[in-house]
């Protein structure tokens, strides 16, 4: 039995925002509302081009209408595996897709005295969710938000004119960058810093304000990780007595469920533990976010979104 | 269309104990035993809809004692409001219950439930409580108190909201007027681990770094439950720790002649949700008793009791509280076990 | 709630203070022989910038240790010494108010003492990752009576007599952290009247 709920919704709203950034508004074919969602939240979306399914997850930006609509803004990635470029060239209105029930791998940390948020580029799009709530709460927050121009700046006039005292624009076109170091110092006890962006960029903001004396548990990011490519491999399935092989540029996960074989998945990018498979026989490249170093050393479980057989076979006990 | 027979007049959970099981409920209650002895697990399942007419067949079962037990929390609240607590980040958690108990009753038991909303504007009405009550959702000013309180003053069972976050869960609001023998406020603000503290054995186990990770996970719209048990003496519910000095001394007050009245079994139907706009967990403990008397009518129960008791670990005993009039009650059950 | 008591998880566990190298600035604070675990603490991690390390400590009237005999000027930033621990009390939230992100504390004292300066830690939005504790000195409790909400000081014995309600009550290992005590128990609930003797534990 599948565990992966999910609802087929419609596009009703497509628009260009900047050159890279393309906004979605879904609602439910079935025309119930969506399910209420918490900030950071981000849901799944199934397409199908024709011959396989992409499944990728996007954090919610926002709702309307009571939650009779989902919002979220993609990103084009020319040099991904081609999700981002199906939802710009081939989603659009009326088109139907599939998604997930909403869940939080970066949720907000409600008892924080202030909120410090760190996005760069696309990365600001779970702190949409999170100045919402930010705002039904009155809670102190800040926003820092680099963008390569003010026109692929997803969002940086509206947030500006709604919250001039708390967002910080930094455009890099202008020559303008964010300073980590300025930012982190002098911030209050209690504040919690929330980082989404480039995986450089969260790198670089997350060694800062280690250096800087901020402890993990203050510390939050968020990064959208997809599955990198690598060798090709077979995988037997020993339960079900079958093979499959595993492309360069599918993950295991996506494989799988091209053959038809579901596995409970959330996150699909390492880090939330649902996908997690017994191995009964190959050696593994670990990924995750999630494994511990023991389960890792032992070799008999394995992430199927994002990690990979090491060789050139797997057997899973499914 | 599910029908509750609401007993009247009220039933009482204290002093001249007047609670008592109907065939139907006696015939739907939960034993909690699956084999003829007991030892601590991890125990979850899914909690999805079960058989018509048994206790799973809704989200949160209303049965035959609701006005019964409503008053009971009534009175109990009047004498201690602080069974009643909450941290002041806890406000979306708290829509999230009110939400959650209202969707459910109005679905399950259109008769007596019914929810109208126009956007914010949500007109509440419960008719076995005569309630009818419009407010604005998210908008506490519009509610006579906080909105877990307000909700949970009208549901059967105990209810805990935990925040979560360090990867951990947090009990930071609680409504708690049916302990089985842990205290609010004592217990408000700790940790998983820490609020399971005082339960012996189970932590050299590892049960609780299992359950607290399996917890972590779970996602909206898949609530999960368990069954927990003890033996209350009369069919009191507050057995809490802030009236301890009040029934303690009934532990003392068993004799072989009113085992089968007096001993009753005390089951935890607890269940776990996902709250949606909070990312926080509902602890929802359904409490249900039944006398030993009720119990034994039925000779597969009995027979079983009687086995669990008596290879029942001297620790889980002592901690449940049962070792004073342990032996007793193991002769008395002696006579359904060949 | 029984005679016998079982190992209970939620019992703090102390250990000496633990030095955090990510630390930009670090705030030590004592109560009387707690002084100690703040010299050890400062005698062992020489390589903290002075700077970076601010001193109070709350000096006992019984036990007058003088700080300043064992900590030198030269050791740290500044020092304050306070008549009491309320006075101490009293002046932690507004450093803490005035102080950044990227501090440790760092207590060292009685159970009671650590558990009330925690408590404006916490209040003041710090985690438990961002102070250390030590027990030097007495292990006398803070216990709850939830008969009548009231908090006896300084019970240094297994049973006591509430404050609040005079009934005889027996402290369990079962602490609370936001209220810095151990949940207390009427002692002969089960047989009014069987109370036994008691024994003095936590000096």
Redesign the interface.
């Known amino acids: 039995m599948s ?1 992966n ?1 999910s609802h087929t919704a419609r596009v009703i709203r497509a628009d260009q925002v900047t050159p890279l950034i393309k906004h979605f508004s879904f609602e439910r074919v079935d025309g119930k509302p969506f ?4 900030a ?2 981000h849901v799944v979306i199934g397409m199908n081009n024709g011959t396989n399914t992409h499944k990728n997850p996007y954090s919610l930006v926002g709702s309307s209408n ?1 939650f009779m609509e989902y919002e979220i803004a993609v990103r084009l990635d020319s040099t991904g595996r081609g999700g981002s470029l199906f939802m710009h060239n081939n989603i659009e209105l009326g088109s139907e897709i599939q998604i997930g ?4 791998l970066f ?1 907000v ?5 202030k909120h410090l948020m760190i996005a760069g580029g696309v990365g600001i799009t779970p702190f949409m969710t999170y100045i919402d ?1 930010m705002n ?2 009155h809670s102190n927050f800040e926003l820092h938000y680099s963008v390569r121009d003010f026109e692929n700046g997803a969002f940086a006039k509206e947030l500006q004119d709604k919250y001039p005292n708390q967002v910080n624009l930094y455009i890099q076109a202008n020559g303008v960058m964010a300073n980590f170091n300025e930012i ?8 919690h810093v929330y980082v989404c962006g480039p995986q450089q960029m969260v790198a670089d903001a997350l060694r800062i304000a ?9 510390v939050h990011s968020e990064e959208f990780k997809a599955p990198e490519p690598g060798n090709p491999f077979t995988v037997t399935l020993a339960k079900s007595d079958c093979k499959i092989n595993v492309r360069s540029r599918e993950s295991l996960l996506e494989a799988l469920e091209n053959a038809n074989i579901e596995i409970p998945y ?1 996150c699909r990018g390492g880090a ?3 996908c997690k498979t017994e191995v009964i026989d190959g050696e593994i490249t670990h990924r995750d976010y999630f494994l511990t170093d023991a389960e890792k050393a032992s070799g008999n479980c394995i992430m199927p979104c994002i990690s990979r057989a090491q060789g050139d076979h797997l057997t899973l006990n499914i | 269309m599910t029908n509750v027979a609401f007993k009247k007049p009220l039933e009482t959970y204290r002093e001249d104990f007047t609670y008592a099981n109907s065939e139907k409920a006696i015939k739907r209650f939960p034993f909690p035993y699956p084999e003829d002895q007991y030892m601590y697990s991890v125990n979850m399942e899914h909690h999805v809809r079960g058989e018509t007419g048994s206790i799973y067949e809704n989200t949160f079962d209303v049965d035959e004692h609701y006005l019964s037990e409503m008053e009971e929390r009534r009175i109990v609240l009047e004498k201690d409001p602080d069974r009643f607590v909450t941290l002041s980040h806890m406000d979306l958690h708290q829509w999230d219950v009110l939400e959650l108990l209202m969707e459910s009753f109005a679905q399950d038991y259109p008769k007596y439930f019914s929810l109208t909303k126009d956007g914010d504007h949500w007109i509440w009405e419960n008719h076995p409580l005569g309630i009818k009550h419009s407010f604005i959702f998210g908008d506490k000013s519009t509610l006579p108190c906080e909105p877990a309180e307000y909700i949970t003053r009208q549901a059967q069972g105990d209810f805990v909201l935990m925040d979560q976050r360090d990867n951990d869960l947090y009990a930071d609001t609680a409504m708690i007027t049916c302990a089985a023998d842990w205290s609010v406020p004592f217990d408000l603000g700790m940790s998983f681990m820490e609020w399971h503290g005082p339960v012996p054995l189970a932590h050299g186990m590892g049960v609780f770094e299992r359950a607290l990770k399996y917890l972590l996970m779970i996602r909206l719209g898949q609530p999960v439950r368990r069954l927990n048990w003890t033996l209350t003496i009369n069919s009191r519910m507050d057995t809490s720790p802030e009236v301890y000095h009040e029934w303690g001394h009934e532990r003392g007050s068993i004799t072989p002649e009113n085992v089968g009245e007096k001993i009753h079994l005390r089951v935890e139907v607890q269940t776990l949700f996902r709250l949606p706009r909070s990312n926080g967990m509902l602890f929802g403990i359904r409490t249900y008793l039944i006398s030993m008397e009720d119990l034994c009518k039925n000779p597969l129960w009995a027979q079983r009791m009687h086995r669990v008791v008596k290879s029942l670990h001297p620790e889980i005993m002592d901690y449940k509280g049962i070792t004073r009039y342990h032996k007793t009650l193991q002769d008395w059950l002696s006579q359904f076990d060949h | 709630m029984t005679e016998e008591i079982s190992e209970i998880k939620s019992k703090p566990v102390y250990d000496i203070l633990q030095y955090d190298p990510k630390s930009r600035s670090n705030l030590l604070v004592s109560e009387g022989n707690g002084l100690v675990g703040l010299v050890d603490f400062l005698n062992g991690s020489e390589s903290i910038p002075p700077s970076t390390i601010n001193v109070m400590c709350a000096i006992s009237n019984a036990e007058p240790l003088n700080p300043s005999s064992y900590i030198s000027p030269d050791r740290c930033n500044k020092m304050r010494l306070f008549d009491s621990v309320n006075a101490l009390l009293e002046d932690l939230p507004v450093t803490l108010s005035n102080s950044q992100m990227g501090l440790r504390l760092y207590i060292c004292g009685s159970e009671i003492f650590l558990w009330r300066v925690a408590n404006l830690a916490r209040a003041a939005g710090m985690h438990k990752s961002e102070y250390s504790m030590q027990l030097i000195g007495s292990k006398a409790r803070r216990v709850y009576c939830p008969h009548c909400k009231t908090t006896s000081e300084e019970v240094t014995t297994d049973i006591h007599e509430c404050v609040g309600c005079g009934l005889s009550l027996v402290n369990c290992d079962h602490f609370s952290r936001e209220m810095g005590a151990y949940l207390g128990f009427r002692v002969d609930a089960e047989a009014h009247g069987e109370i036994p003797e008691r024994k003095e534990l936590y000096r």
């Open positions: 565990t709920f399910s209420p969602f918490s950071g939240s009571n029930n909403p869940y939080n949720p940390y409600k008892p924080a005295k709530e039904l709460m982190l110092d002098n911030q209050p006890l209690g504040t280690d250096e800087m004396g901020w402890p993990n548990s203050s959330s939330c533990g649902f």
